[in-house]
């Protein structure tokens, strides 16, 4: 296909389509069935005999935040199922829905407390029901959280299990009695404080890696893992697609909890994720359920080493499709420190996450989620001079790597960090946590802290999605749970799914581009010029196809030569910055402040 008639098909159809797509983003009807069936194809057949989702966008929607339609501030399932057409015209094709479950929000639902009923305030399973059904409608897909390492402590084993030491819940999980007058070893939580939480009821401590909401459950016991598989098949049997599992690497504990090292105390995820037992349990579930069923499952593996990832993903181990590595979007973090970096450290992430999942694993590829602060803050500039062209040059970079791409709701917008003044504004329970362990402690000043955490603060991402430049940004017509970045005057989605240059419409051309250029989800990964502090330069290799991405990471101009004799044949997409095309046979090319562009070789 020659590029040019290409980008003017692509062209054509964002226009023709923005209408409609107007009118869904504004919550009234949107496309007909037949014009999204020619607007965006149905889910693809995954070509070269691969799984479909190695070919998949996945779309992940915080539903707290995206889209409330009975104004309680707090989004709910019906406002997912309102806005599936402006995800499907996006390119989307696969959903990852964040927990859903009931729970009492001590961790915004992370701790389930029944994991078979909808939280009330996201609705009913009806609700659920018919989302799904709309999402199979439009030929998506939808992937849940699977939060097993712990419960809530309002779950009704744990309701039992503290009741007594003989209690049949007991051992479902893990009780110790304290030593030496305190805890039973010096586990810290990820939340602050202690990782063990003493019960007055019969005097043992019960141990919670996160928030003593949340004990851990223990999955030494076979019980507890027959009923996290009987959780699995419920969901699967209903018609999700595969789960995305909640730090899954720390089901397995170390024999004996044995105290911390002072350098483990650090950082005790390195030894959180890496328990005795950790494989034989994935292989178990996936021989018990996962290997019954086409589903996709993709681990948040915090605590993981590059060395240690591909005993989770290469296939022949029959344990995950695939896992998230946190060096890349954590690279310039210490905790909730932040930290500078550059360009080489971001290219030599993206180069070992290629090389982990080498011929027999997959990778994802990400810039944020509901964890971490958003992309275009993060990553690129969010000053309104460069904030839309560096969304689109981190855009290019995260959907032509060869992983499944894993977009966060907002992304697609360029939606920016919040501008958070004080602690009262926070959220998250692992800032209180921490603002008492750091702050109240002495061990840090306020100003100090908040400075990191404006940059750090995983409630960045949280703020609700900005629909349209109405009260609350469109998102509730109450009072919202978090308030919302004011600047969703500017950004915002209506504003941007009819404007052909918009940032929404180069993540659709270049999931359009994606899906009809399969180097580019298959190829072999090469970077060009791993040591060049402006431009990351790669190029994407299948069979007889070569294309090269350049990215220029800067405010300038920079004249880049082609490394290696490399010739320019064209131009298949680019973020907007080109001041003039690039003749074939090209051997260099005048990149512009944050250009990216995809071209043919």
Not at 36 to 45: G, I, L, N, R, W
Not at 72 to 79: A, C, P, Q, V
Not at 230 to 240: A, I, N, Q, S, T
Request: glycine letters at 8%; aromatic letters at 12%; charged letters at 25%.
């Amino acid at each position: 296909m020659q590029a040019i008639s290409f980008r003017k098909t692509l062209l054509s159809v964002t226009i023709g389509a923005a209408l409609s797509i107007c009118q869904t983003v504004m919550g009234t009807p949107g496309m007909t069935g037949d014009t999204a069936k020619k607007e965006v194809s149905e889910t693809q057949v995954a070509s070269h005999g691969a799984p479909w989702w190695k070919e998949a966008v996945v779309y992940q929607i915080y539903p707290r935040s995206f889209n409330d339609t009975n104004g309680d501030g707090i989004g709910d399932l019906n406002g997912i199922t309102a806005k599936l057409d402006y995800l499907k015209t996006l390119g989307v094709d696969t959903i990852w829905l964040s927990p859903h479950f009931d729970s009492p929000n001590a961790d915004n639902g992370y701790d389930i407390r029944d994991y078979r009923k909808v939280m009330s305030e996201f609705g009913n399973m009806d609700d659920f029901d018919r989302m799904l059904a709309e999402m199979k409608r439009r030929g998506m897909r939808l992937i849940i959280d699977l939060v097993v390492n712990h419960s809530s402590d309002e779950h009704q084993w744990f309701v039992e299990s503290r009741k007594s030491k003989d209690n049949p819940y007991r051992d479902y999980y893990i009780w110790r009695d304290g030593k030496n007058g305190g805890a039973p070893n010096n586990y810290p939580s990820f939340f602050g404080g202690s990782a063990w939480e003493k019960d007055e009821a019969t005097g043992q401590y019960y141990l919670h890696y996160f928030a003593k909401k949340q004990p851990d459950l223990n999955w030494e016991n076979p019980k507890v893992r027959n009923e996290v598989y009987d959780v699995m098949r419920f969901w699967l049997d209903k018609g999700v697609s595969g789960f995305r599992m909640d730090v899954i690497p720390f089901i397995s504990k170390q024999d004996g909890l044995p105290d911390l090292s002072p350098e483990n105390l650090a950082h005790p995820e390195f030894v959180y994720a890496n328990g005795p037992r950790v494989h034989q349990y994935l292989q178990e579930m996936n021989r018990e359920v996962l290997s019954h069923y086409d589903a996709l499952t993709v681990g948040e593996a915090f605590g993981i080493t590059f060395e240690q990832a591909p005993l989770f993903t290469d296939a022949r181990r029959r344990e995950l499709d695939m896992i998230f590595h946190f060096d890349l979007v954590r690279l310039d973090r210490d905790g909730w420190r932040k930290k500078d970096w550059t360009l080489p450290e971001l290219k030599a992430a993206y180069a070992q996450i290629d090389r982990t999942g080498g011929s027999h694993g997959w990778n994802t590829s990400f810039l944020t989620n509901h964890d971490n602060p958003r992309t275009v803050s993060h990553f690129g500039d969010d000053s309104p001079k460069w904030r839309a062209i560096s969304a689109k040059a981190l855009a290019t970079m995260m959907l032509t790597q060869r992983a499944t791409p894993f977009l966060y709701q907002g992304d697609e917008l360029g939606m920016t960090n919040y501008p958070f003044r004080g602690i009262e504004d926070y959220d998250d329970v692992e800032v209180k946590g921490q603002w008492h362990d750091f702050v109240e402690s002495g061990k840090v000043s306020a100003e100090e802290y908040l400075s990191h955490l404006r940059q750090t603060s995983r409630d960045n991402a949280r703020t609700p999605m900005q629909w349209s430049a109405a009260a609350n940004g469109g998102f509730t017509t109450g009072k919202p749970w978090l308030a919302v970045n004011p600047n969703y005057v500017q950004i915002n989605a209506a504003s941007q799914v009819d404007e052909s240059g918009s940032i929404y419409n180069h993540y659709r051309r270049l999931m359009e581009v994606r899906r009809q250029t399969p180097a580019l989800i298959h190829g072999e990964f090469r970077d060009l010029d791993p040591t060049n502090p402006k431009v990351f330069a790669y190029t994407r290799t299948l069979d007889d196809k070569r294309y090269l991405v350049l990215i220029n990471f800067t405010h300038e101009t920079v004249a880049y030569d082609l490394p290696e004799g490399l010739k320019i044949a064209t131009t298949l997409l680019d973020n907007g910055a080109v001041q003039q095309q690039v003749l074939p046979g090209a051997t260099g090319v005048s990149l512009q402040p944050w250009q990216a562009t995809i071209y043919e070789l």
